[in-house]
């Protein structure tokens, strides 16, 4: 364990009771008091996440919006100050490197919040596409941050309490930056973004701060019921309504399209992107294979892996599954042959050495 790399809040984490797991190197807690109570804390009340392990790559100089219009699917073009996106980067197969968001701070500086799993390959990447020399910059700033997620629909109320900031005039997918909070000496960037469908903001703020920011939303929180939430439950809150997670839904062998993130690949920007070609023969006439939402008939949990089948075919695997808090089913999202992907049929999952009864229900599973 003593290999595994610590964000500056895990000091936090053993007051708190928390049980850590290795989650792509890093040492992080996958629950604080159980992953279904967190779960349901986070859609009623409010859950504070850590999610400092999150890397952020600043993208500056006179040709950045050229350079990330050609190695991102979104139009960045349609981005203004205070203001971010949700987009792809792929390969020339159109598999995807990597899903992260884009700030644009102010004119020719833009910072990409990438996957933790993927900091390295990712500023590799970048860097190697850089075809504007000088004109652009690229930098791994990923150590100098704390990232706080505050989720849920209390989150506003509580994180009110603790600066003087206007967040209700923060739209989603806006943000502010120079937030100050009460007794704490660096400002924040805090954005109206978030990982589990519910309402609430992601804070980024100088490392070195990310503890006493940290405690100071547990304290402010407390009559309101927030309280800290672990890897497991974050997991089980994105599942539910539908947002991807990478390695799962998606990955290089598995384009944005196939995943049904149609909305965040835009193949008439005037830009050429990586990727466009296959990208755009996708978006025209449809894709291989497509995540579909699977609702277990017979008992048992579809798990990452387990085939999909339809008689002795096998047409897919399951990406992701659980028992749902929320809805308590077992559901799951599976990438299956498009052909196959109707709503209400029947498929078969091989669970171990048993094939067990689904059926296609659509996604995302829950909406807030």
């Not at 040492?27 to 109570?37: A, L, R, T, Y």
């Not at 409010?46 to 500056?60: N, P, Q, R, T, W």
């Amino acid at each position: 364990m003593s290999d595994l790399k610590r964000t500056p809040i895990y000091p936090e984490y053993e007051k708190l009771g928390a049980r850590t797991i290795d989650f792509g190197g890093w040492d992080m807690p996958v629950q604080f008091s159980g992953i279904k109570h967190e779960h349901e804390v986070t859609r009623t009340k409010a859950g504070l996440f850590d999610v400092s392990h999150m890397g952020e790559i600043v993208v500056k100089g006179p040709k950045s919006l050229d350079y990330l219009q050609k190695v991102t699917t979104n139009d960045v073009a349609t981005l203004t100050p205070n203001r971010a996106q949700y987009t792809f980067m792929c390969n020339e197969k159109g598999g995807t490197i990597d899903d992260f968001l884009v700030y644009m701070i102010e004119s020719n500086h833009y910072l990409l919040v990438v996957n933790a799993a993927n900091i390295d390959k990712d500023f590799a990447w970048l860097k190697e596409q850089n075809s504007f020399g000088e004109d652009v910059t690229i930098t791994d700033e990923s150590d100098d941050y704390a990232l706080l997620a505050l989720q849920g629909p209390k989150s506003e109320e509580i994180l009110q309490k603790i600066t003087e900031t206007d967040l209700s005039a923060i739209r989603p997918f806006g943000f502010e930056q120079n937030v100050s909070f009460n007794s704490i000496a660096a400002t924040a960037l805090v954005s109206r973004t978030g990982y589990t469908g519910e309402d609430g903001f992601e804070i980024y703020i100088d490392a070195n701060a990310g503890r006493d920011l940290w405690n100071s939303i547990l304290v402010a929180g407390e009559s309101a019921g927030v309280e800290p939430i672990g890897l497991g439950a974050r997991d089980t809150l994105r599942f539910e309504v539908g947002l991807p997670l990478y390695g799962q839904e998606l990955g290089e062998n598995i384009t944005p399209i196939e995943a049904g993130l149609n909305f965040a690949v835009k193949v008439n920007k005037e830009a050429d992107f990586i990727g466009k070609d296959v990208l755009k023969e996708q978006v025209e006439n449809g894709a291989p294979r497509k995540l579909v939402g699977i609702e277990m008939i017979d008992r048992g949990i579809p798990r990452p892996g387990y085939p999909v089948l339809v008689g002795d075919e096998e047409i897919g695997e399951i990406t992701t599954g659980t028992q749902s808090p929320t809805l308590g089913k077992s559901i799951g999202n599976a990438l299956i042959k498009t052909e196959y992907a109707n709503i209400d049929d029947e498929v078969n999952i091989q669970v171990r050495k048993r094939i067990l009864k689904a059926k296609i229900v659509k996604r995302p599973f829950y909406k807030p």
